[in-house]
T-cell receptor, first 113, second 111 residues
Framework: NAGVTQTPKFQVLKTGQSMTLQCAQD?????MYWYRQDPGMGLRLIYY???????DKGEVPNGYNVSRLNKREFSLRLESAAPSQTSVYFC????????????FGPGTRLTVT | GDSVTQMEGPVTLSEEAFLTINCTYT??????LFWYVQYPGEGLQLLLK?????DKGSNKGFEATYRKETTSFHLEKGSVQVSDSAVYFC??????????FGRGTSLIVHP
């Protein structure tokens, strides 16, 4: 099993450009999450999807959109990238939103210049 | 709201030294508590958990005890190895809700 996969691993954008971060899980999990990790800030939840067809805002949703394409895939879109969105982005999944253990992907390191 | 406070890092130790990483929490109820570990270049993975007061979670030589009276969940290991170098995150989940993570503590172990 691959678990949670994310693409790309690294990306450099110019301010104003758009891009989509992809995430897929092969564990048949219902719930998926997007976090950003910044130095000294820990992990902050951007958006989550409790189940296929639903999405909800987390702590820091501004500047992002998400799509739960199907049960396996959950994408994060930056419509107009800003330097403040320079971060490492992690996708995670759980069997259901009330499950304790989160399973994380390897992350995408994004730099916005 | 719920919050987790971890000691600032980095924590730098020599191999075979004793490790403690402090974690305290604020919660309205009785949360479950977790330690996650992030090795360089990887995502987080669950290291250990405790779901009620006085429970001790343990894994890979690491231990943490859920102390309700001091609202703490300190991570300990008796003898660290170079391979333990990583970032450690304390987290809590109340009522089965999405975890709240601390800011992480970097551990560097020298040979």
């Amino acid at each position: 099993n691959a678990g949670v996969t994310q693409t790309p691993k690294f990306q450099v954008l110019k301010t104003g450009q758009s891009m989509t971060l992809q995430c897929a899980q092969d564990m048949n999990h219902n719930s998926m999450y997007w976090y950003r990790q910044d130095p000294g800030m820990g992990l902050r939840l951007i958006y989550y999807s409790a189940s296929e067809g639903t999405t909800d805002k987390g702590e820091v949703p501004n500047g992002y959109n998400v799509s739960r394409l199907n049960k396996r895939e959950f994408s994060l879109r930056l419509e107009s990238a800003a330097p403040s969105q320079t971060s490492v982005y992690f996708c995670a999944s759980t069997p259901r939103v009330s499950s304790y253990e989160q399973y994380f992907g390897p992350g995408t390191r994004l730099t916005v210049t | 709201g719920d919050s987790v406070t971890q000691m600032e890092g980095p924590v730098t130790l020599s191999e075979e030294a004793f490790l403690t990483i402090n974690c305290t929490y604020t919660a309205t109820g009785y949360p479950s508590l977790f330690w996650y570990v992030q090795y360089p270049g990887e995502g987080l993975q669950l290291l250990l958990k405790a779901t009620k007061a006085d429970d001790k979670g343990s894994n890979k030589g690491f231990e943490a005890t859920y102390r309700k009276e001091t609202t703490s969940f300190h991570l300990e290991k008796g003898s660290v190895q170079v391979s333990d170098s990583a970032v450690y995150f304390c987290a809590l989940s109340e009522g089965g809700y999405i975890p709240t993570f601390g800011r992480g503590t970097s551990l560097i172990v020298h040979p």
